[in-house]
Nanobody
Framework: QVHVVETGGGLAQPGGSLRLTCVVS????????MAWYRQTPGKQREMVAG???????TYRDSVKGRFVLTRDNGNNTMSLQMNDLNSEDTGLYYC????????WGQGTPVIVSS
C-alpha cells in the first residue's frame, strides 16, 4: 500500500513563504507522477501542482509564478516551495499520486493571515 506523510505547513503572513515536503513509501517513486492537493471548507479537494517522473511540473493558474514543485527520486520525496503567499492559499495540503491511488495522509495545514 502506498503511504504519504506531509510536513512543513504552518502560519505565514501574506507575502511570506512556506515549504511543504511529502515523503512517499510503497511504490517505485521515480516512475510515478505526483501532485499536491488542497482542501478548503466547502470545496472539493483540488490539485495545486503536479509533477511527472522527469521533474516537469504543472500548476493551477492561481499559483503559477509563486509555487515551485520539485521531486527527489533518490529519496522518495516531493517538495512544494510556496512563495508570496496570500489568503487564498489557506487550506489543508495533501500529497498523492496524480491518480490519487495512495492512501490519503493527514495533510499539513497552511494558514496565511496577518
Amino acid at each position: 500500500q502506498v503511504h504519504v506523510v506531509e510536513t512543513g505547513g504552518g502560519l505565514a503572513q501574506p507575502g511570506g513563504s512556506l515549504r511543504l515536503t511529502c515523503v512517499v513509501s510503497g511504490l517505485i517513486f521515480r516512475d510515478v507522477a505526483m501532485a499536491w492537493y488542497r482542501q478548503t471548507p466547502g470545496k472539493q479537494r483540488e490539485m495545486v501542482a503536479g509533477i511527472i517522473s522527469s521533474g516537469i511540473a504543472t500548476y493551477r493558474d492561481s499559483v503559477k509564478g509563486r509555487f515551485v514543485l520539485t521531486r527527489d527520486n533518490g529519496n522518495n520525496t516531493m517538495s512544494l516551495q510556496m512563495n508570496d503567499l496570500n489568503s487564498e492559499d489557506t487550506g489543508l495540503y495533501y500529497c498523492n499520486t496524480i491518480d490519487r491511488t495512495a492512501q490519503w495522509g493527514q495533510g499539513t495545514p497552511v494558514i496565511v493571515s496577518s
